[in-house]
């Protein structure tokens, strides 16, 4: 089981990866010519994104959906407990 401050300590390691990442990228690809923008900005940085892999492949679950599912429902049951379990799924 990993603790929260080895969680935090992965993100800040994956944030430091990703701005390097990013720098590398921007100083070596090439620019866009035209004005479209095709893509909107995430809501999730990429080393948010990079720590939930991090976590699933290092948990040995077998099914992404299931373990966030999974997840996400103890930490609703922890922030609201008098809802009830059925409703969270």
């Known amino acids: 089981m990993i603790t929260e401050d080895k969680v935090t300590e992965i993100f800040y390691m994956t944030y430091d990866f990703c701005k390097?990442?990013?720098?590398?990228?921007?100083?070596?690809?090439?620019?866009?010519?035209?004005?479209r923008k095709y893509h909107r900005d995430s809501t999730m940085s990429k080393a948010e994104v990079i720590l939930i892999m991090i976590l699933f492949h290092d948990s040995g679950c077998l099914c992404f959906i299931e373990t966030v599912n999974d997840e996400l429902k103890n930490i609703a049951q922890v922030e609201h407990p008098n809802i009830d379990a059925l409703a969270i799924s």
């Open 20 to 35: 390097f990442f990013d720098a590398m990228t921007a100083k070596y690809t090439l620019k866009p010519n035209g004005k």
